[in-house]
């Protein structure tokens, strides 16, 4: 982890060595997500492929099981609830 400081004009210089592993160039778009009361960045084409290429994956596993939209929905909850408790619950209770 790095610390980086923010200018006057709101802007922030992420290291070149993240740069270069994340692979961010002049023009690559960041999202600014919100996480509890945190925030992150993420590349916006990684992200893209990724949730394209997790629906693919997920829509053939679901047909494969006989699942509906339904099923899956409360499982996906289920197992959001279960990752926030093991990963956020002592810092913000719950």
């Known amino acids: 982890m790095q610390l980086v400081s923010v200018t006057r004009k709101g802007q922030v210089t992420i290291p070149e060595e993240v740069r270069r592993k994340v692979g961010i160039r002049l023009g690559t778009k960041l999202l600014v997500e919100s996480i509890g009361?945190?925030?992150?960045?993420?590349?916006?084409?990684?992200?893209?492929?990724s949730i394209d290429e997790l629906q693919r994956i997920g829509r053939r596993l679901a047909k494969q099981q006989g699942l509906t939209p339904s099923e899956i929905r409360r499982e996906i909850e289920k197992i959001r609830a279960e990752i926030w408790k093991k990963k956020y619950a002592r810092r913000y209770g719950g």
């Open 37 to 49: 009361k945190e925030y992150v960045l993420m590349k916006k084409v990684e992200m893209a492929r």
